[in-house]
């Protein structure tokens, strides 16, 4: 079974560009998070989708980034126009359906490799 | 809200030795906790979950982690070190309700010297 895959491993823009970064979960998995890592600061939660619809989107910075998840497939996450402030490492993350209220078996969400954004 | 502290930035500890990290945390409604580990140039994996079952869990290679209500802590340990123990480590803390995104910790870099 493949796992969460991300695209690109690595990008390097100039601030004021666009990039947009993909994410690809595990298939039929109805849970999708972003998080995002910058250097020297924790890992943090910008957003989760179930299947296509935004659940929480608490954690996104500003709206210069937008995420989407089309007919609930892969993700895609873009910054535009990306800033400096921008630069770290973008993981995304799936997870099957939750359990309902009352039921045990919470499942892990399982984590792609990441995606580092330089913003120079 | 919810919140992780890991004590220590960065650990070393020499090869065959206890390896301990510490994590602490901080939740308004019953937690779960978790740990994830970082290889070089690898995503994060899942070490070790607590779900409200038992309250010492053991992972994958080794590791184990005992919740500590009284404490608020979850701290991580392994008997004896592995040279391919090297990683960064990662505590989390998730609500048991229907949202289930992560809190992390800011992590813990671990070196094993030979």
């Known amino acids: 079974e493949a796992g969460v895959t991300q695209f690109p491993s690595h990008s390097v823009i100039e601030k004021g560009q666009t990039v947009t970064l993909r994410c690809d979960p595990i298939?039929?998995?109805?849970?999708l998070y972003w998080y995002r890592r910058v250097m020297g600061k924790e890992i943090k939660f910008l957003l989760h989708?179930?299947?296509?619809?935004?659940?929480?989107e608490s954690g996104m910075p500003n709206n210069r980034f937008l995420a989407e998840r089309t007919g609930g497939t892969y993700s895609t996450l873009k910054v535009q126009p990306a800033e400096l402030e921008d630069s770290g490492v973008y993981f995304c993350a799936s997870s099957p359906q939750a359990a309902h209220s009352g039921t045990p078996g919470w499942t892990e969400a399982f984590f792609g490799q990441g995606t580092r954004l330089t913003v120079v | 809200a919810q919140s992780v502290t890991q004590l220590g930035s960065h650990v070393s500890v020499s090869e065959g030795a206890l390896v301990l990290l510490r994590c602490n945390y901080s939740?308004?409604?019953?937690?779960?906790l978790f740990w994830y580990v970082q290889y070089p140039n690898q995503g994060l994996q899942l070490l070790l979950k607590?779900?409200?079952?038992?309250?010492l869990v053991k992972g994958i290679n080794g590791f184990e982690a005992e919740f500590k209500k009284s404490e608020t802590s979850f701290h991580l340990t392994k008997p004896s070190a592995h040279m391919s123990d090297a990683a960064e480590y990662f505590c989390a803390v998730s609500g048991s309700g229907s949202a289930r995104q992560l809190t992390f910790g800011s992590g813990t870099q671990l070196t094993v010297l030979p």
């Open positions: 607590y779900t409200s079952a038992a309250t």
């Open positions: 989708f179930v299947k296509e619809s935004k659940q929480d």
């Open positions: 298939s039929g998995h109805d849970n």
């Open positions: 939740s308004s409604v019953p937690p779960y």
